[in-house]
């Protein structure tokens, strides 16, 4: 029944260009740059293509905002939207870690969106921590608001102000129910809002985009040596985020951070930044973890100092942090964790039994089935491995 109402929804460009002729004039809101053009631009679709295309760009993928910007422009082809984003997100701490917005809203408006996404003491509906946290997969701004559309602080300050009206917020998510990802598809206010056909499609594709995610974090070059410590940045909070003060190491470790920028910082610092404001001076630090061009693994604390202040320090993610996150990509069970970061410190078969009150083994069985799905061949290789170097790409 649902495979069937999917495959019924298909988009070609005549059926497109009708929908969208005569819209926002290039004059009014942010559709004068051509997008409208990219969203029609294509050959007639069917979901199944889109499917297929996805999960294969998803088994394929070894950069997660490359990921991302291949996966819209395969799922335009068959819910048109006239601008989106894409973000990665730590699915722990559910900061964004990474983004691409050179196809969305003015960047004149992503602070104030930034700003409105981590507001704490009147939230927005439909955040992206909210989206996140509430294990919805694919929402529309109309859904959250009940139809009033004018209850959503980004709709009033950034949404229409660039002549969108239709929002769908769509989380990548895993079957486990973690999130690696999150796409937003806008459309304009004279066209129709997004269907719950589209919605369907949306969802199918969910789960697929999030595991390619899941793999492609975890690929990279091999990490280059720290030659440096921790970097800090001293940041003030006014219309946008001012960058006061920036280390050396700090420097060194921007340049390695791939994200669009927001002002001085690139966004996953400049939302970071807005997250720690928004909380009491006496607040936990706000983190997000990130892995950078050079491979390498770095984490960024933020914590609000006064009024207007934050500090942030970044720094090179911790080893158990990184198993933490390779553990998730490689689905490994709470029983294979514990062995796996036991026989990474170099203990035996029998001392890991005693410490866990198991046979050697059976502690030899749980390394078997560590050992075949992250590919490693050794303890050594595992070892590595768990110092974020991985063996193979994840499943």
Known sequence: MIMSVLLSVAVTRQDWSRAVRGRHPSSEGWFGRGIRAHTGAVRSATVRDVREAVADLSRRADSPLALERAVAAQVTRVVPADLWCALTIDPDTHNISGGFHDEGLPFRLLGRLTEIEQQETDPDVLTMRELVRSGVVARTLTQATGGDLERSHRFRDVLSPSGVRHEVRIAFRAQDGR?????????????????????????????????????????????????????????????????????????????????????????????????????SVSGAPH??????????????????????????????????????????????????????????????????????????????????????????RSRSELAALLHGHPATPPE
């Open 179 to 279: 999130v690696w990802g999150a796409m937003v598809l806008m459309r304009g206010s004279d066209v129709p809002d997004f269907t719950a056909r589209e919605l369907g499609v949306l969802r199918g594709i969910s789960h697929v985009v999030a595991d390619g995610l899941r793999r492609a974090t975890m690929l990279s070059e091999r990490p280059t040596a720290d030659h440096g410590g921790p970097g800090l940045l001293l940041c003030r909070v006014a219309a946008t985020v001012v960058v006061d003060h920036v280390s050396a190491s700090a420097r060194r470790l921007l340049d390695e951070i791939d994200d669009g920028r927001l002002g001085d910082l690139p966004y996953t610092l400049a939302s970071l930044v807005h997250a720690a404001h928004r909380r």
């Open 287 to 376: 983190r997000v973890r990130m892995r950078v061009r050079t491979g390498r693994w770095l984490t960024a604390h933020a914590e609000r100092l006064g009024e207007d202040s934050v500090s942030v320090i970044l720094e090179a993610t911790r080893p158990h942090e990184i198993m933490e996150l390779l553990a998730d990509a490689y689905r490994l069970t709470a029983r294979e964790r514990q062995i796996a970061a036991l026989a990474g410190r170099g203990l035996t078969n029998k001392e890991i039994g005693s410490i866990l009150f198991l046979s050697a083994f059976t502690v030899q069985d749980h390394l078997k089935a560590v050992f075949t799905k992250t590919g490693a």
